[in-house]
């Protein structure tokens, strides 16, 4: 909303400078974005918030003005122009043109006041009304237009004006529209209407989208001799919905959606009536003023009790109640003392936002200023309810630090996804990944059912710009249809490619396979997630040699491989990469609880390596197995210390060295005792896998 | 042999030029000093001479003898001393260290625990709910009536989801308020930081994702005064003491009073001239010497009759902030997009 300083003089004193009213009007609420100087004048542009339509007008803003800086509102003098009005069936006297107003609508149309004036003369309006059109941003067009728009800044009731002589008989009807009906728009665009619209009509056609815009076929031009002005009140969600399934957003539009007062439909109009007979009357003649005024005249003022208890309570400072009867006579409203600081309070028709006593108590707080308003901190009474468990554990917090800690980045990928992206990575997004029914652009379509597309584009993005070895992980929430409901969860895709070091020292190697399973590893034990099995798993990301599936019992934490040649070339990489995702919610099911002391061993350890050569089929995995089955409870732990193929040993056979720690927690071992589990152990080796000791 | 003799100690320092350890020097002594080395050699052909030449001739080979001494002394001292230095034979000190590098938080999940810790030491615990809502917990339960202006600050995805309700992506994380005060009775004291969606057109300073931190507490006679006290607290101790805090009346529809809260401009520090005036504008603030940083407000009765709490016996207040925003001016990123770019250069230098 834009006003200017000396349009605002017009309705109240001031005696501040632009700059200063700029600021206390900021600190009331009408944040003033902008001031700029206009030639002897200064434009406020002001941020107006959806509750107080009131502000959309000069006098809305003056009054505000008025109450800040302790004046007097002046009200515009309408004396001469109003008439006596005794129902919908009044006409003016000298009347001689028809005129009616007929309401279909009523919840549509509260209130409408349609007016005749003759004798009128189109041309430009006076310079000063231009120059303040301008100031405003508005395009002056002829006097009969400009008066409308002048008013609508000045009093915040938009009104139109047609040519009188191209409505059919003078009839004005507010009807809703007729399916499938067109009109052309003063803008020249035809515009197809529907039930849901509510329209102004004579007997024959549309002139107007009520409270958008008029129709090219009743538009005052130069030759116009009669007018009807229409002023007029229209419902705020009906304008509302009609402007945006016609994407027609207009000054009158915004003003009708957030409300428009019932009592500046007459005022307005009056004021209309005084500047047309003074700028736009044919030299000699006088205007007439038929006037028709349909539907509902008056409104009930709100009644709210408001005690200066309460009020002193909820902003945390003690206001007196002489203050607060003062600073809400200064914004309008009637105040009468029913007991020592109790008030009930009559609201003016202008402030329908205003409902309940916090309502009011908010007015107190602005005018007497937020910032007189003492700092405290909210007392802790008494114990706060419980809204986390106890003893829970902030696992999100904990999974992001190990990694960090392993050198993993964490980044932030956006969670709306293209279909595209998803198909480069095998996924057919139709059966649960949710579409977003009304996306800016095909990128964003899909709620990602999947982080894996976001990493490798992430990677993609990176190894374009030369950063070729990364280490990074996203935690973010994956959401899928399941049925009609959405499952939202908690998701964990991490990613290794590149070099494994980075320093002069250490052989530049790349990483593999292991690196990520150990990460993976570390990660689980770090938080206590124990018995976790890595088998392996066909996947349409992963290559089929590297592809694991991890799981506890039967339920599948995730999956880990390395990205397949076909998705790699999808994201455009050259490199390898190993990738894992892991089902947070999943995994943080088993993660212990009963985390209790254990112990530190008494007695020293003695360790023993066996090295043998076997089949390169068994897996490690089968030999662990051996090892644990072993019925001595003096085994404490099992450790692979070397594999190795190649020199020296046969084509299709491997030599491991294992390591096997024996301690017991009673007393210091002897050598024998280990000696025979050692034997035993070997002896098994050689019996069960045929293996070659070394 | 005398001419011989008198060489030995230029052939000696030849000699111990090339020598550059210890051991070197160990074998270099020995073929001068040792049982079998040149001095011992001379003093066998000694026995050869005529008697009245040996006099001479010993002393002029004992003194060549300490000579050698002296200067294999010399030499060892220094290559001990290179040994035991920093800088000797294969010691640089001056070289790198090895290279381990822990990895980085992504800056706003920095700024998020930055804002949440201030928060816990204030009372608060953090609470998370679903970015997939229904209407209901995002507009009606927060007093948005449909078909209200008050929609338009909060543009939102629809979910084509074929269910009883009709799901979004949540525009703001106040529906966390709802949540926790369904399940939870007062007193509370939340924050609930996470993602939220706006179909916005993306630009430097536009996201149709962003994140917010959504704050309130409930109890008997919390104030006005407590949610100024409150945010006075977190902005003094996340951007600085010296700070000036400005509270403007504004308009949410689930609070009231209502209030948007600024923060003197951390570049220009608000020293900036009446807007009117020429001068250029600080390119943070654009000359108004204010940076508004979050909205806040006493929760709306209808917000807590909606959970069922009675609105004459508890207040609260409320606030929400978006962390992005508050990111760009403390590390002054003047870009939103690089947030989500995950250029590894970027988020390297948090």
Redesign the interface.
Known sequence: MKVTYNWLKEFVDIKIS??VL?EKL????L?VV????FSED?IFEIEI????PDWLSVIGIAREVAAITGKKLKLPQLKGTRHKIQGTRHKAPGSRLPLEVKIEDKAGCPRYIGRVFDNIKVKPSPEWMRNRLESVGLRPINNIVDITNYLLFETGQPMHAFDYDKIEEGAIIVRRAKTEEKIITLDAEERTLDNSILVIADKRKTVAVAGIMGGKNSEVSETTKTILLESACFD??LV??GSKKLALATDSSYRF??GVDLNTVLTASERAAKLIKEFAVSLGAEAGGMLKDAGTKTQKEGKIFLSSEKTS?????KISASEIKKILEGLGFGVSTKAKGNFEVKVPFFRRDVE?D??L??EI??LSG??N??????A?????????EPGER?LK?ET?NI??????????????ISRLFLEKTNFSPDKIA???????SAE?EF?RPELTPSMLN?IS??SK?K?ED????EL??I?K?EE???K?EVSLVLCLTGKR??????KVEEVDFYDLKGVLETLLLRLGVRDIVFHPEESPLFSRRYSLGLRIKDKELGFMGEINEEILKNFDLGKKIYLATLNLNAVFSFVRKDERYEPVARYPYISRDVSFIIDASVSYDTLLKFFRQDPSELIKEVNLVDVYFGKNIPPGKKSLTISVKFQSPERTLRDEEVEAIDSRLRQGLIKEFAAQPR | MEEEIKNLEKLLKEDLSHIDTLEGLEILKASYLGRKGKIAEYFQKMSGLAADKKPAFGKLLNETKEKINVHIIDKENSLSRLKESSLGGEIDVT????????????V??RTV?EISSIFYH??F???EG???ETEYYNFQALNIPP????H??FNT????????EK?L?RSQTSTVQIR?MEK???????ISPG?V?R?D??DASHS??FHQIEGF?V????????L???L??FATKFFGQDLKM??????FPFT?????VDISCIICKGNQK???SDQKKCSVCHGKGWLEILGAG?I??NVFRTVGYDPNKY?GFAFGMGVERIAMLKYGIEDIRL???????F??QF
Do not use: C
């Open positions: 632009p700059e700029a900021t600190m009331a609420g944040e902008s001031l700029e100087k200064y918030t959806t509750n107080r705020p969600a509302r919905k959606e957030r309570s909820v902003l945390g400072k309940r916090v309502d108590i908010e707080a602005r937020y910032e308003i003492p700092l405290s901190l909210p802790l009474k008494e114990p706060g309810a419980i809204v986390r902030d917090g992001k990694l960090l800690s392993l050198g993993f980045n964490e980044i932030i990928t956006h969670s709306l949710i579409r977003v029914t009304n996306p800016l964003q709620l992430t993005h990176n710009r950063t990364l280490r990074i992980f973010a929430n959401y249809n009609g409901k959405i939202e070091y980075f320093d002069w020292k250490r | 070289l790198p260290g090895l290279y381990f590098e822990p990895g980085h938080k992504h706003l999940s625990d204030l009372g615990v953090s609470v679903p970015e997939a078909e209200h202006p008050a338009d600050a995805f629809y979910l084509d989801v074929r269910g009883k799901y992506l926790v939870h009775k007062p007193p509370l004291r939340v993602r969606y179909p057109a993306t149709f994702m507490a109890d008997k006679k919390i104030t006005f005064s407590d100024k006290g409150t006075f607290a400005r509270f403007r009346p504004h308009h009231e009073p209502s209030v948007e009446p807007v009117t006493m709306h009765p207040t947030f989500f770019e995950n250029d590894l250069r988020l390297k």
